[in-house]
């Protein structure tokens, strides 16, 4: 009888040994397909250790297949053969082998799905069982609700992951959500720990020659190459983590500081995304390290409430809705994109701060995304598709499925409210109270229509003056529109007019 061989591709974002579409290789007659394709390295200008993260990772992905008696088929980026797209690949290798049957794990990017499900091949559909909630699971959830709550989401998880409960089913601690002590400022004298550091073997150093020969003219610094590439590593750095970062993590999550890049932050989001490490796993070691006693209550609920709410909720919104979502823009915004988001060239500091270790690390924290870099783009009111484009370009652990989401929903409020209940707007003071960033900066906090005042100021009131008809009815707004309609006109007409004369810099190619 004739066996019939079997293709398994395996993306970039899916180095998992338990990958759904892996548990039914056959090892004497399947194989296994990694591809490194100029089409999914540059259809935006990712930043260069992105690209050496997961070029390096699927190298070693690869060599760990193969040493446990896998069959591998891998293009590097350089092979003359290489039709420098997945589709393209995956028909030449099924024509190659002679396959019958291509096994495809679900893909992070609607864009990417579409187009293998398009390519005219016998394609197999597995369920990412990485992630906690399904598809079709979460559409199931949705259905019904003009509005989705992620709090109402999180703690269905919750109850079907039996995290941090007691043996009633209730929250333990007396609450499902201790958001209100995770705001913490870091504290003059409380210092970070070190981050972790990571040898780069011969493998790494190979990708990063080619990374920096082939992509150079993409935005970010590649010399500070920094992050783990094998599942060992990955381990490693996560044990780091559980040791001295998480006990701070729940203070100071949303804390900034100057010069301070990665704080009590366990920089995971990575190798999470890509596959080196398992959902369940970091979960249940958070929850074993609360019982224990080595992490306060507000560090355990929050740190798992990061996994297994937001992140999967934003992925339930992202395949729910694509591929409408991504065209959303409820504020009707047009603005291009200042180029200091490409070189960090600003005289504010918050955001020549954020801006600046995003491009030397690809890596910024979210309090950073949404408070200093979103809310600018939110207040001056750049077009989402180009921050959008920004976000997943720079920063290491964006993929479609959870930075589009994030950015166009919760950053720029341009789904009209569908994922978040209100735009995630603030003035200086707010970058002011939850960092250092404002005691070296050109602009003065407590300054709002002056020449030196702090841009956020007058752009944060000039954005609910122009957006009142949108946002006025919103219950979660009414006391920043009461602190609006108490000020003299005399206040309003300066704010504004400070306001138009920013965004007429912006306009011009100015830096700001």
């Known amino acids: 009888m004739n066996v019939i061989p079997r293709l398994c591709l395996v993306l970039g974002d899916q180095l998992s040994f338990d990958l759904p579409s892996l548990q039914a290789l056959d090892a004497e007659r399947d194989t296994v397909l990694l591809v490194e394709v100029m089409e999914e390295a540059s259809h935006v200008p990712h930043h260069p250790q992105k690209i050496a993260l997961i070029f390096s990772a699927m190298r070693h992905f690869a ?8 069959h591998v ?21 099924q024509a190659l082998l002679q396959a019958e049957e291509v096994h495809v794990t679900e893909c992070g990017d609607w864009r990417l799905e579409q187009s293998i499900n398009d390519c005219g091949l016998p394609i197999h559909w597995h369920v990412d069982t990485r992630f906690l909630c399904s598809r079709a699971e979460f559409a199931a959830w949705a259905e019904g609700k003009k509005q989705l709550r992620m709090e109402f989401f999180y703690r269905e998880m919750r109850r079907k992951s039996r995290l941090l409960l007691n043996g009633d089913g209730s929250p333990v601690g007396g609450a499902w ?15 970070a720990p070190y981050p972790a550091r990571f ?6 150093l190979e990708v990063l020659a080619l990374v920096k020969a082939r992509f150079s003219h993409h935005y970010g610094a590649l010399d500070d190459f920094n992050y783990p590439v094998t599942h060992a590593d990955a381990q490693a750095l996560w044990a780091y983590f559980l040791d001295y970062g998480l006990a701070g993590f729940g203070d100071y999550q949303d804390a900034m500081a100057s ?27 958070v929850e074993s390290a609360y019982w224990a006693g080595s992490v306060p209550l507000n560090a355990a609920e929050g740190f798992i409430r990061q996994l297994i709410g937001w992140r999967e ?17 409820s504020f009707g915004n047009s603005r291009v994109l200042p180029e200091f988001y490409w070189n960090g060239d600003t005289q504010m500091n918050c955001m020549r701060q954020a801006i ?22 939110l207040l001056a009111g750049i077009a989402p598709s180009q921050i959008c484009e920004w976000y997943l370009a720079i920063y290491m652990d964006a993929f479609d499925w959870v930075e589009l989401p994030n950015t166009l929903g919760m950053v720029m409020h341009a789904d009209g409210g569908y994922l978040g209940s209100k735009p995630y707007c603030a003035s200086g003071q707010y970058i002011n109270r939850m960092s250092d960033y ?25 954005f609910l003056m122009r957006h009142g008809e949108l946002l006025r009815g919103n219950q979660r707004m009414a006391m920043m529109y009461k602190n609006l309609d108490r000020m003299p006109q005399s206040k309003q007409q300066a704010l504004w007019q400070r306001g138009q004369d920013l965004l007429a810099r912006l306009d011009s190619g100015q830096s700001i």
Not at 81 to 88: A, E, I, Q, R, T
């Open 313 to 329: 909720y934003v992925r339930g919104v992202y395949w729910l809705k694509m591929p409408d979502y991504a065209q959303g823009n």
């Open 199 to 204: 040898h780069n073997d011969d493998i790494t």
């Open 73 to 93: 088929e891998y293009v590097t980026l350089d092979d003359p053969h290489n039709s420098g797209s997945v589709p393209g690949e995956l028909q030449r290798w």
């Open 356 to 377: 600046g270790q995003s491009l030397q690390h690809a890596y910024a924290h979210h309090i950073q995304r949404l408070m200093v870099t979103g809310n600018f783009a």
């Open 438 to 462: 404002c005691r070296g900066c050109a602009y003065k906090v407590s300054e709002s229509t002056a020449d030196n005042a702090c841009p956020f100021n007058a752009l944060y009131w000039h």
């Open 259 to 285: 010069d301070e890049p990665f704080l009590f932050h366990a920089r995971i989001s990575a190798a999470l995304n890509i596959g080196l490490l398992d959902l369940r796993q970091l979960c249940s070691d």
């Open 177 to 191: 959500n201790f958001d209100v002590e995770n705001r913490k400022a870091l504290p003059k004298g409380v210092k």
């Open 63 to 70: 060599k760990a297949l193969q040493e446990r008696g896998v």
